[in-house]
């Protein structure tokens, strides 16, 4: 019996790794490489103090702008502040029971700055009305075009489960996204 005596090359296969990570892996996980090879994310970008203070000094200006809600009467075509909209007390005072005004609008805008879009989920009571924004981070909101051309979007908790809110209960603040498109 004759042996076999050519030997198979064996193919090196480089595993990836969060050290030495390949190009898929910065595209899985939303993270962008620089020209310097360093991985850049919002946290990593926000221990540099530049960045912290570029974003803290833009979050915090819009944020302490008093937001008013408006309303255009029909028969004149002017504007009068509408204080007497459910969205007033909600938008201007106290979005929800842990946050005023200024914390809300600074942390949702410094999620979008960050990530590209702020997002806060428009709790309703029981005839509709809007009571309260509960921000939820940008890592966990998909947003999803459905059939009906109308956007969805999907929620991942911490336990990995998801749920749809639709647009109408969905604030959305976009960002600038460079390299992205919007749903």
């Known amino acids: 019996m004759k042996k076999n005596t050519k030997t198979k090359a064996r193919r090196v296969v480089k595993a990836a790794t969060y050290r030495n990570p390949e190009d898929w892996m910065f595209d899985a996980f939303g993270v962008n490489r620089t020209s310097a090879g360093v991985n850049v994310n919002e946290s990593s970008a926000l221990s540099l103090t530049s960045v912290f203070a ?23 075509g002017r504007t009068e502040e509408a204080k007497d909209h459910g969205l007033y007390p909600i938008l201007r005072f106290q979005p929800n029971p842990d946050m005023t005004s200024l914390h809300f609008r600074r942390a949702v805008t410094a ?11 428009i709790i309703r009571n029981g ?16 947003p999803e075009r459905r059939a009906d ?19 109408a209960n969905m604030l959305h603040i976009p960002g600038i996204e460079i390299g992205r498109a919007h749903v």
């Not at 570029?54 to 004149?76: F, G, S």
């Open 54 to 76: 570029c974003v803290r000094a833009i979050a915090e200006d819009v944020a302490k702008v008093p937001l008013i809600v408006k309303r255009t009467d029909p028969t004149t």
């Open 111 to 121: 999620m979008a700055l960050l990530w590209g879009n702020g997002f806060a989920e």
């Open 127 to 142: 005839g509709g009305e809007p009571v309260e924004l509960q921000p939820i981070h940008p890592s966990r909101v998909s």
């Open 149 to 167: 051309r109308r956007i969805t979007y999907r929620v991942t908790n911490d336990s990995g489960e998801f749920a749809y809110i639709n647009q």
